[in-house]
């Protein structure tokens, strides 16, 4: 089978979906893989890396004719319209945001594979995009946060005197939340954190962060996940988290729900409360903001002074290990699909929906809507 990677239009979107390094284990399984010539330009990988890894390099149209389309962003509504019938489609598929790419792919019977909707089970982990991609985003948030404070993070001893280090809030401990706050420690700077699951506590706690405890109920959901807050909790938690955010030189936040809009955790009048200089990094800016006021892509600056970036595209940001990372999460969801007979690889790749991960993230089969086994029980 043919498996093609064409470059990314969505713009912004700098990663890539395979990268040459990942190439062979591909080949090795019978598969022959097709990268449109460019594809990994703005990840930094040239055409003859992946001409060199093995791939065949195409210019122009390489989808019509594959068997498998590995891409990060899902492929446009056209696009699935081109495929031929009966070929798999990998990418981030959002059922609440990709509705137009859904229905095209059933149309054109297609196989939709969603990145978002593979399980969170241990089996599953490397197979985990979402969580490849938070752990870049995360990490590139606190490096944000330390680049736009006028302040050290880290408690510095000099002959000129003792400089203390930056106070750093994280609202929302998830991927992302974990892999800031690991990365605001690592710069040195004295870190809190706070989630609606209480589960979180021991993550934040064994990162060397302060745990931000508020008498208030957990809302912890299915699969790991939090539920939404109702109204009157969310102000609850504002007017308790107040205190924490107006001693922050550093806030970010990264709490996101599933399928719905960012929660609203801090509102102007909060920001208003932090010192001049204070930065405000919010993750969630594309998707609503976790603060009033941020802009994705943009840094906006408050009358006051706080310096308040949202975020966008950010896993692209770190283009080359964003890519190598989500390649790896595709190979080995391809390669679970990966046929063989006797031990010896049959270049076929055929969807098992008694394998609960294929079964939870296969929105279309050959063009038929699925249901998954597993959310009829
Ligand atoms: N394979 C696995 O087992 C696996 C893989 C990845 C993540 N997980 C788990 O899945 C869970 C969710 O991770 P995620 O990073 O994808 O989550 P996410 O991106 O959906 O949300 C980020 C964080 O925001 C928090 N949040 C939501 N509403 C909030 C609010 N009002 N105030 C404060 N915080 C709020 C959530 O609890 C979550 O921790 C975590 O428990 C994580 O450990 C498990």
Redesign the pocket.
């Known amino acids: 089978m043919r498996v093609a990677v064409p470059k990314e239009s969505r713009s912004g979107e700098k990663r890539v979906a395979l990268v040459p390094d990942i190439i062979n284990k591909l080949t090795r399984a019978g598969l022959e893989v097709i990268i449109e010539s460019g594809a990994g330009v703005s990840a930094e990988f040239s055409d003859d890396q992946y001409a060199a890894a093995g791939a065949t390099i195409k210019s122009g149209d390489v989808i019509s004719g594959a068997d498998v389309i590995a891409s990060v962003q899902p492929l446009t509504p056209d696009q699935m319209k081109s495929l031929k019938k009966g070929a798999i489609t990998i990418s981030f598929l959002s059922p609440t945001t990709a509705v137009d790419s859904i229905e095209a792919a059933a149309g054109a019977g297609v196989t939709a594979i969603s990145l978002e909707l593979v399980?969170?089970?241990?089996r599953?982990?490397s197979m985990?995009a979402?969580?490849s991609q938070?752990l870049c985003a995360g990490y590139k948030a606190a490096l944000v946060g330390a680049e736009l404070s006028p302040r050290f993070f880290p408690l510095l001893m000099t002959a000129a005197g003792t400089v203390t280090p930056a106070k750093v809030v994280v609202?929302?401990?998830?991927?992302?939340?974990?892999q800031a706050i690991a990365t605001a420690k690592r710069l040195g700077a004295v870190v809190s954190a706070?989630?609606?699951?209480p589960?979180?506590a021991d993550?934040v706690k064994s990162m060397g962060a302060k745990f931000i405890t508020l008498e208030l109920e957990a809302?912890?959901g299915a699969?790991?996940?939090?539920?939404?807050?109702t109204e009157e909790r969310?102000a609850k938690?504002r007017e308790l988290l107040t205190p924490y955010i107006s001693e922050a030189d550093v806030l970010i936040t990264?709490?996101?729900?599933?399928g719905r809009a960012a929660?609203r955790?801090v509102t102007a009048e909060m920001v208003a409360t932090m010192a001049p200089g204070s930065v405000v990094v919010d993750l969630a800016a594309e998707t609503g903001g976790?603060v009033e006021g941020t802009k994705p892509g943009e840094i906006v600056v408050t009358s006051h002074g706080v310096r308040m970036w949202g975020g966008k595209d950010v896993p692209s940001q770190l283009a080359t290990h964003a890519s190598m990372l989500f390649s790896r999460n595709v190979v080995n969801l391809l390669l679970l699909m990966a046929s063989s007979v006797d031990g010896k690889p049959t270049g076929e790749i055929t969807p098992d929906f008694s394998d609960e991960i294929i079964d939870s993230a296969t929105l279309t089969f050959n063009g038929s809507r699925r249901t998954p086994e597993g959310a009829k029980k």
Do not use: C, K
Request: negative net charge; proline residues 7%; charged residues 20%.
């Open positions: 399980p969170r089970i241990s599953a982990q985990d979402l969580t938070a609202l929302g401990a998830g991927v992302a939340g974990l706070y989630d609606v699951r589960a979180s993550e809302l912890e699969g790991g996940y939090a539920r939404e807050m969310a938690q990264t709490a996101a729900v599933p929660p955790l976790n």
